[in-house]
């Protein structure tokens, strides 16, 4: 593996486990069993993997912005571990939802429900990051400082 392959798996195993932080500290309650939390890290890894993925895939194709704006919402959804309600929300959501679907299997329910969660809070930050890059790229006048 070359040395920039492995800083960008190293940059996205960081990012991602530190964002996965508060949920992953209330799923090991609800989850004791051993089985169930290797699932949880297989779910957190499943997305760092898809970032990696991501990241390489907007590198190669020279989508330098897009790249850039992958990091700002990774470094978005990073402050949610400050209000804990949005984690929350999602994670009683996304285990309600996966009950609801195939009810409780060891491993599989906990792996879903981990995609799931991330997937809520990938929306929720996409949302925030578009109304952002909105205001600063549509509305410029409620972006710039008059004197």
């Known amino acids: 593996m070359d040395l920039k392959l492995w800083l960008n798996w190293r940059k ?3 990012l991602v486990w530190l964002n996965a932080a508060f949920s992953f ?3 090991l309650g609800k989850y004791p069993q051993l089985f169930d939390r290797v699932a949880i890290v297989c779910g957190v890894f499943s997305f ?3 970032y990696v993925k991501i990241d390489n895939y907007l ?3 020279k989508r330098f912005q897009a790249r850039n704006a992958l990091l700002v919402s990774v470094c978005i959804k990073s402050l949610f571990q400050l209000y804990p309600g949005v984690e929350l929300a ?3 959501a996304s285990t309600t939802f996966v009950a609801w679907i195939i009810g409780n299997i060891r491993f599989i329910s906990a792996y879903l429900i981990t995609l799931m969660d991330g997937l809520l809070l990938s929306l929720i930050v996409a949302i925030i ?3 952002i890059n909105f205001v600063m790229h549509k ?3 409620l972006t710039t400082k008059r004197i």
Request: glycine content about 10%; proline content about 5%.
């Open 12 to 14: 996205w195993t960081l």
């Open 25 to 27: 500290s209330l799923s």
């Open 48 to 50: 760092v993997l898809l």
């Open 59 to 61: 590198l190669n194709s």
């Open 90 to 92: 999602a994670g009683i």
């Open 129 to 131: 990051t578009g109304m």
């Open 139 to 141: 509305l410029p006048h």
